[in-house]
């Protein structure tokens, strides 16, 4: 079992910055892949990025690459999302999930077993 709390979300300006971090409690942090999603009222919820449990492995959706960087800190047990050169269309609530499996996104958006509450972020133009 793993527990999952993101922070850092908020309000930022088009072209701003901002990290998340999302703490993780429980058994064998380093034995998961970490993703991270994104959902907007009334839309699916939007697989953004993930990194393999060493962190030499990321995926990142097209609409984020170059933007945005998934990194992880097993000692702390944390994973973060540094976001850059926002966009007002990258306002959503953010979540942190965890899976055991690694592979391509579209094997992966699946298998994620364990999920944070979320952290907004609202980007203005």
């Known amino acids: 079992q793993v527990q999952l709390v993101e922070s850092g979300g908020g309000l930022v300006q088009a072209g701003g910055s901002l990290r998340l971090s999302c703490a993780a409690s429980?058994?064998?942090?380093?034995?998961?892949?970490m993703g991270w999603f994104r959902q907007t009222p009334g839309k699916e919820r939007e697989f953004v990025a993930c990194?393999?449990?060493?962190?030499?492995?990321?995926h990142y959706a097209d609409s984020v690459k170059g933007r945005f960087t998934i990194s992880r800190d097993n000692a702390k047990n944390t994973v973060y999302l540094q976001m850059s050169s926002l966009k007002p269309e990258d306002t959503a609530a953010y979540y942190c999930?965890?899976?055991?499996?690694?592979?391509?996104?579209?094997?992966?958006?699946?298998?994620?077993?364990?999920w944070g509450q979320g952290t907004q972020v609202t980007v203005s133009s």
């Open positions: 429980g058994r064998s942090f380093s034995d998961y892949t």
């Open positions: 990194i393999n449990w060493g962190g030499a492995s990321t």
């Open positions: 999930a965890a899976t055991r499996f690694w592979g391509a996104p579209s094997f992966l958006v699946t298998k994620f077993d364990y």
